[in-house]
């Protein structure tokens, strides 16, 4: 039984540092020039940063617990996302080991997991249905579609959930691929497997921000190693807009870990705002990606869902242990918060165009026994944030499937 579940991503933190992409300058080039003036300069640096930090602290990100409040509202509309998970033998609907686009580090039955009541749960929301996987219909809606998700790695797993469901319905393996003839390795910047048969393809730009990087104006402190510009796109982003359907996510990159630790700051209009907590810098971001969605995107010929965050499962006193357990935590009484999720919520529902927030948080937060844990092609980093393949994952592209 775990007795606290963290909202943060520690292992997920130390186990991506090394795949740090944007601020990929060394944080050890200093080093080189080292002398008496530099070291002095970094002691008062230092003092200042420690205050900064103290006073800019990240919002406690802890669980809330909730009542959970019937899904159907006062009209009888089905809420997809307020449900359980209920036993189905006819799970899981693929083998990951027969999908080429599902990767090495999330199979986790080829890499050693015995335990196999974890690919038998399917979503059932509480007042309705969503419909059963038919891959046969999915694919022939598909035709002629472009498909795009943007984000973190949360998203390259939906993005090979996606595919690996649809592969079950496609007889010729080889008649999916991916268009550059890449492989899949967890900072490429794009991946497009198309389905030849099918004339459509499903893609994946990385874009853990969204929003832009950007350099670093003269006379920064010198612990201000990149920055991430909050109100522009990322500049990848003109890529996304001719599409029929756009999947974002974004927000376990958003902790100091990933951000000052890296000497990664915000700019905002130019300026640098060193003292700006990563909540607003985020609600920022999210109202800069709204206004793209509003400018730059087709909302009558594109479908456009923002994904909501996705807890983890990392329990013990300093969140760094990793148990995955063999049934999902199941207490109906509870629900889970996340302010990453809540603040997607209100920034879409803030906005003049159509867009749905797939608010899969709650979801997620009862399967403490899907997580990669130990299972993945490196078992000396456990995993509680990512999910096993088949899993989670599936479940969220059956949501979406049933907007379709
Ligand atoms: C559930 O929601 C309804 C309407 O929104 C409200 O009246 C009721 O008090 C809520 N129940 C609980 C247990 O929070
Ligand atoms: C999945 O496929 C692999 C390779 O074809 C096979 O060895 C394995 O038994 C299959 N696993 C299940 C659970 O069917
Ligand atoms: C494939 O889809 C594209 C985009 O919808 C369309 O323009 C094209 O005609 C289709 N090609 C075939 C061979 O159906
Ligand atoms: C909602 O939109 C208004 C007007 O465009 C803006 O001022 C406000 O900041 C937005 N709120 C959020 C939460 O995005």
């Known amino acids: 039984m775990l007795n606290r579940i963290y909202w943060t991503y520690p292992g ?3 186990s991506s540092i090394a795949n740090w992409l944007h601020c990929k300058r060394s944080p050890f080039r200093s080093l080189n020039r080292f002398n008496v003036v530099s070291s002095g300069l970094f002691i008062v640096l230092t003092i200042i940063c420690g205050y900064i930090y103290l006073y800019e602290a990240v919002p406690p990100l802890t669980l809330e617990e909730n009542t959970i409040n019937n899904s159907q509202d006062s ?9 359980t998970w209920v036993l189905d033998e006819t799970y899981p609907l693929y083998n990951a080991s027969q999908c080429p686009f599902a990767e090495t580090s999330f199979n986790c039955l080829a890499n050693g997991r015995k335990d196999k009541g974890y690919l038998k749960w399917r979503w059932k929301p509480n007042n309705c249905d969503i419909p059963r996987f038919n891959v046969g219909v999915i694919l022939e809606k598909l035709r002629g579609k472009r498909i795009v998700f943007v984000g973190d790695s949360l998203s390259r797993t939906q993005w090979e959930s996606m595919i690996c469901l649809l592969m079950t319905g496609v007889e010729d393996k080889t008649s999916v691929y991916e268009v550059n003839g890449n492989k899949i390795t967890k900072k490429i910047r794009y991946l497009g497997v198309r389905f030849q048969s099918y004339n459509f393809t499903i893609e994946f730009y990385r874009s853990v921000f969204l929003v832009k990087i950007g350099s670093v104006p003269k006379r920064s402190p010198k612990r201000v190693r990149s920055t991430i510009k909050l ?4 500049s990848i982003s003109s890529k996304w807009i001719d599409s029929d359907i756009l999947v974002f996510n974004t927000g376990h990159w958003w902790n100091r870990a990933k951000l000052f630790e890296m000497g990664c700051y915000f700019k905002v209009g ?17 109202q800069t990606w709204a206004s793209w969605v509003e400018n ?7 479908r456009v869902f923002f994904r909501t965050f996705e807890g983890s ?7 760094h242990t990793c148990k995955v357990t063999e049934k999902p935590m199941y207490n109906s009484k509870m629900e889970y918060r996340s302010h990453f999720s809540e603040i997607i919520k209100r920034v879409v529902k803030n906005m003049s165009v159509p867009v749905d927030t ?9 399967r403490s026994d899907a997580h990669v844990g130990t299972w993945s092609d490196n078992p000396t980093v456990p995993d509680c944030s990512h999910w096993c393949l088949p899993g ?6 059956q949501i979406l499937f049933s907007y379709l």
């Open 231 to 234: 109100d522009e796109l990322d």
């Open 270 to 286: 130019g300026r640098l705002k060193l003292g700006m907590s990563t909540m607003s810098a985020y609600t920022t971001a999210l």
């Open 358 to 366: 797939m608010y899969v948080t709650p979801m997620g937060s009862y």
């Open 12 to 14: 997920y933190f130390r």
């Open 313 to 319: 499962h990392w329990s013990g006193p300093n969140g």
């Open 75 to 83: 009209n009888g509309v089905c809420d997809l996302y307020d449900g």
């Open 296 to 302: 730059m995107v087709d909302t009558d010929r594109t």
């Open 392 to 397: 989670v994952p599936d479940a969220w592209n």
